[in-house]
């Protein structure tokens, strides 16, 4: 059983950085994208970044030019890095995997950014 092991969330002031980690606990085959959602209290899952098999990259207009996927395929990572946090990026933060062999998902980290 592939497992997606999140690290990096917290509680940040407005302006501050974070870099979130999602690490799979073993190969999930080959992958075909891989991606960040976050999901903040009353309101849907969303997808906030997402980068394919060949390193094209998407974002969330909301983060554009604030956040940025990337990934060690050697070590079945998935980072991303987010740069002047805002109130509004305050959310769960969960990492996905479509994989050969699957569809997973960690189990979310917590992003706070209050002041």
């Known amino acids: 059983q592939v497992q997606l092991v999140e690290s990096g969330g917290g509680l940040v002031q407005p302006g501050a950085s974070l870099r979130l980690s999602c690490a799979a606990s073993?190969?999930?085959?080959?992958?075909?994208?891989m991606g960040w959602y976050r999901q903040a209290p009353g309101k849907q899952r969303e997808l906030v970044a997402i980068?394919?098999?060949?390193?094209?990259?998407d974002y969330a207009d909301s983060v554009k030019g604030r956040f940025t996927i990337s990934r060690d395929n050697a070590k079945n990572t998935v980072y991303l890095q987010m740069n002047n946090l805002k109130p509004e990026d305050t959310a769960v933060y969960y990492c996905?995997?479509?994989?050969?062999?699957?569809?997973?998902w960690g189990q979310g980290t917590q992003v706070t950014v209050s002041s």
């Open positions: 980068i394919i098999s060949d390193d094209t990259t």
């Open positions: 073993r190969s999930t085959g080959r992958i075909y994208n």
């Open positions: 996905n995997v479509r994989a050969l062999l699957g569809n997973y």
